[in-house]
């Protein structure tokens, strides 16, 4: 399947020899219920339709991970790629395990890794993964252990490059010794900023590329999720026990979006798409990884990767997150 894409602007992933559309689809929520960090029931189609609506669009990335949905998420994806020319590049992940009784186990052992990443690829229905992360550094004293094992897999060509999520500045220069960390993948949005205090300088000095992930923090900041939705979520979304999403950090953070949405009114676009420019705004990051489960919600994040904040308004953000 063949698909016309909408030209955007791209940007250089770092060192390596991608170039990405600003924002990448996110495949989180595509794993479906019943996991321990699940987004509630998703309908598989709709899952389909959305990445063929974000590739529409012009979106050139999917990031995604072998424990969502306890590969679930994997297989969709590689439904939806199928016979696709010209297909985006395919991100995912591991060191996140399952047992027979679907329970996540951390393991960076090398022999865990390389299997990981041989059902990745069955999944995916792919021969080469573009991006291969680490998802979490635990436990921390197998780090090398496990980037040695995805240095091998580079050098094997099983992947084409390797990179890092949710790990600090010294976990980074510890493995960097035995392999450069082609990119990284930090958590970073107006809820949770911390990352641009010393992670983004040290990766822009070091030209290692920067995916940020839940720049809307997990639907917080899209303008639709009210106290008395969060309260009715599935019973197995992960939402319901974050404190942001509970009192008494839930009502700064819905004064935040009041101030997304007035931002938004004057341009037309939704609140999500001014917190994913906000973090976009930062020189450092290459592309912002934005979580969508339905092709009305591409449509809805899609203006995200050419809207700009001017200087008064992302001051004015600034200013309330500093507040």
């Known amino acids: 399947m063949d698909i016309k894409r909408n030209i955007l602007s791209k940007r250089n992933l770092g060192s390596t020899d991608m170039k990405i559309t600003p924002i990448g689809f996110g495949a989180w929520a595509l794993g479906g219920g019943d996991w321990a960090y699940s987004w509630g029931p998703q309908d598989d ?3 389909i339709d959305a990445i063929y609506r974000a590739i529409d669009s012009g979106i050139n990335w ?5 424990g ?4 679930h998420s994997e297989e969709v994806i590689g439904k939806a790629l199928t016979g696709m020319k010209n297909r985006p590049y395919v991100f995912t992940k591991c060191s996140l395990t399952w047992n027979d009784q679907g329970e996540i186990i951390d393991s960076l052992k090398r022999a865990s890794i390389r299997k990981e990443c041989e059902d990745s690829l069955r999944r995916l229905k792919l021969e080469q993964i573009d991006l291969y992360q680490i998802h979490w550094p635990r436990p921390d004293e197998d780090l090398e252990e496990g980037w040695a094992a995805m240095a091998e897999l580079q050098r094997e060509g099983k992947v084409r ?18 392999a450069p960390v082609n990119c990284m993948q930090p958590p970073y949005s107006l809820v949770k900023p911390d990352v641009q205090d010393e992670i983004l ?12 992930y839940s720049p809307m923090f997990s639907g917080l900041l899209t303008g639709k999720m009210t106290e008395e939705r969060i309260l009715n979520l599935p019973p197995d979304d992960w939402r319901q026990h974050d404190p942001e999403f509970t009192q008494p ?22 609140p999500g798409v001014v917190a994913i ?25 899609y203006p995200a990767a050419t809207f700009r904040l001017s200087t008064e308004e992302a001051e004015r953000l600034d200013n309330f997150i500093s507040s």
């Open 45 to 47: 189609q709709e899952s």
């Open 62 to 66: 999917i990031d995604t991970a072998a």
């Open 68 to 71: 969502y949905g306890l590969g």
């Open 161 to 178: 490059w390797i990179g890092v999520s949710n790990f600090s500045i010294s976990q980074v220069e510890r493995i960097n010794k035995i």
């Open 201 to 212: 300088p040290y990766c822009a000095e070091h030209n290692i590329g920067v995916i940020s």
């Open 249 to 270: 950090r839930l009502q700064r953070n819905l004064d935040l979006v009041k101030i997304l949405t007035e931002i938004g009114e004057r341009h037309g676009v939704e």
């Open 277 to 301: 420019a906000w973090v976009l705004r930062n020189p450092a990051v290459t592309g912002a990884i934005v979580g969508m489960r339905r092709p009305d919600q591409v449509d809805g994040v």
